[in-house]
């Protein structure tokens, strides 16, 4: 799929942004087009995407504003597994995070920050929290369904709810 300048996408693993320019680049002797995209919610950061790429990698536009309310009312209402095998459960995020289905990336973010709030995360558990939480809120921010400090209050709302209830 061709995206133009403008266009907000999601690059899984990184979030959402938009692109701002088309560039040739030579890489290795090799003349490649990279989209130029600048990242919603780091400020200043830019990422260069291979265009030969993006399918591949799982490149697509960011959801329309109604697809980002049902978002946020599946992250109230998804339930929270407890793996309590550490590998397992970092190798079944880090797959649900690389998918680039915001679906999976709001149940990795739910349950880590369950998992937070109840027994705390190591390191490496809150490296990727923070991560899947900059995808996923930087992808509702551009779809328009809210600010990211509401965005980020109803997912706090919805784990201390959970909590409370349990």
């Given at each position: 799929?061709?995206?133009n300048i403008?266009?907000?996408?999601?690059?899984?693993?990184?979030?959402?942004?938009?692109?701002?320019s088309?560039?040739?680049?030579?890489?290795?002797g090799?003349?490649?087009?990279?989209?130029?995209?600048k990242?919603?919610?780091?400020?200043?950061?830019?990422?260069?995407?291979?265009?030969?790429?993006?399918d591949?990698?799982?490149?697509r536009?960011?959801i329309?504003?109604e697809?980002?309310?049902?978002?946020?009312?599946?992250?109230?209402?998804?339930?929270?597994?407890?793996?309590?095998?550490?590998?397992?459960?970092?190798?079944?995020n880090?797959?649900?995070i690389?998918?680039?289905?915001?679906?999976?990336?709001?149940?990795?973010?739910k349950?880590?920050?369950?998992?937070?709030k109840?027994?705390?995360?190591s390191?490496?558990?809150?490296?990727?929290?923070?991560?899947?939480?900059?995808?996923?809120?930087?992808?509702?921010?551009?779809?328009?369904?809210?600010?990211?400090?509401?965005?980020?209050?109803?997912?706090?709302?919805?784990?201390?709810?959970?909590?409370?209830?349990?």
């Amino acid at each position: 799929m061709l995206y133009n300048i403008g266009d907000k996408i999601v690059y899984p693993m990184h979030g959402a942004g938009v692109i701002e320019s088309i560039e040739e680049k030579m890489i290795l002797g090799k003349k490649q087009s990279y989209y130029v995209m600048k990242m919603t919610l780091t400020g200043e950061m830019t990422v260069m995407i291979p265009m030969q790429s993006c399918d591949e990698i799982g490149v697509r536009f960011v959801i329309e504003k109604e697809e980002g309310a049902k978002v946020l009312e599946a992250f109230r209402a998804a339930p929270v597994e407890d793996s309590g095998n550490w590998n397992k459960r970092h190798r079944d995020n880090m797959q649900k995070i690389k998918s680039g289905d915001i679906y999976q990336v709001l149940n990795v973010v739910k349950e880590l920050m369950y998992r937070d709030k109840a027994k705390g995360l190591s390191t490496s558990e809150r490296k990727m929290l923070n991560n899947a939480k900059q995808i996923m809120v930087s992808e509702l921010v551009l779809s328009k369904v809210a600010g990211r400090n509401d965005i980020e209050s109803i997912m706090c709302d919805s784990v201390d709810e959970l909590f409370e209830a349990r």
